[in-house]
């Protein structure tokens, strides 16, 4: 079987724009968390979507930093790119705005790192083409992955260690 053509950072770019509304922010008016991390899973899965060209599962949240509040009103921007793809998984970078689109300004708000998992319908791994990075400023995301990965595994690693030994 032939070897997968690799695909590039930009062939997975995603930017989504979102409306902050009342039903969707705290008693303060700021936009739950937990809708921020909804957002930013469909953006980073459409990029893994994108890229891999399969369906897609999320297989973890690294490195979610909240820095500042959306309010009600505002406009938020959600920019997604692959960093990194390994066999069966993809690293996608995801970063959250706040747009001011009176003076076209953008403050970011969030930023995450997301793994997914390429998946055939029936729900297991498939090989997902290589990522080929082009620029400077992609081939250091591309090396930075790769030890982030090390470290999401030896964390996991350890943490099904525990989990099962409880158990025994």
Do not use: C, W
Not at 39 to 55: C, E
């Amino acid at each position: 079987m032939a070897k997968a053509k690799g695909r590039t950072v930009e062939e997975s770019k995603v930017e989504m724009v979102e409306v902050v509304l009342p039903n969707d922010t705290n008693p303060l008016g700021n936009i739950l968390g937990g809708k921020v991390m909804h957002l930013m899973d469909i953006a980073g899965a459409i990029a893994a979507h994108r890229h891999a060209r399969s369906l897609v599962v999320t297989a973890s949240v690294d490195s979610l930093d909240f820095l500042h509040p959306a309010r009600v009103g505002q406009i938020i921007v959600l920019r997604a790119f692959l960093t990194r793809a390994f066999r069966t998984s993809m690293e996608v970078e995801v970063n959250v705005y706040l747009e001011d689109y009176i003076l076209g300004e953008r403050r970011q708000t969030s930023s995450a790192f997301l793994t997914y998992v390429a998946v055939d319908p029936s729900g297991q791994p498939v090989a997902v083409p290589p990522l080929v990075p082009r620029t400077v400023e992609e081939r250091h995301r591309f090396r930075e992955a790769l030890e982030r990965r090390r470290r999401r595994l030896a964390l996991a690693a350890r943490a099904h260690r525990r989990y099962f030994d409880k158990r025994i």
